[in-house]
């Protein structure tokens, strides 16, 4: 948890629903990829500081379900995966998966509000400069 204590000024922390949301805080916004376009079901906490909660984009279906004779559901992007790898390693890496239109939500509006910010302070700065 060193990067929550660090220095920098904007930092984003995602993980999904887990241990961390339980052992660290409450997250600032849980979101999912059905939220920005991608079809599929993966709640996502974010933990933010100095940046806003992300705007959903384009809100979709959450994606099929696989229900086993014991009631239970599990989301079929992750049942394809169980099935389709062989070790603990491919396992970890599908599950990590992070969906495309979430990805390009942070990259755009997070990257838009940072040039913002540093744009602000670039021009404050040079506001107060003596000639």
Same mark, same amino acid.
């Given at each position: 948890?060193?990067?929550?204590?660090a220095k920098i000024p904007y930092i984003a922390i995602e993980n999904p629903i887990g241990i961390m949301n339980t052992r660290y805080k409450k997250p600032n916004q849980i979101v999912q990829p059905y939220h920005f376009?991608?079809?599929a079901s993966k709640k996502t906490c974010l933990?933010?500081?100095?940046?806003?909660?992300?705007k959903y984009t384009n809100i979709v279906d959450p994606g099929e379900f696989i229900e086993f004779k014991s009631g239970?559901?599990? #989301? !079929?992007?992750y049942s394809d995966g169980l099935t389709k790898t062989k &070790?603990?390693?491919?396992?970890?890496?599908?599950r990590s998966k992070t969906f495309p239109g979430f990805a390009k939500a942070?990259?755009?509006?997070?990257?838009?509000? #940072? !040039?913002?910010e540093m744009?602000?302070?670039v021009?404050?700065? &040079?506001?107060?400069?003596?000639?």
């Open positions: 948890m060193d990067l929550v204590e376009g991608d079809s933990w933010l500081k100095n940046l806003p909660p992300l239970k559901k599990i #989301v !079929k992007w &070790s603990a390693k491919e396992r970890q890496i599908w942070m990259a755009e509006q997070w990257g838009e509000f #940072v !040039k913002n744009f602000k302070k021009k404050n700065e &040079s506001l107060f400069k003596e000639n």
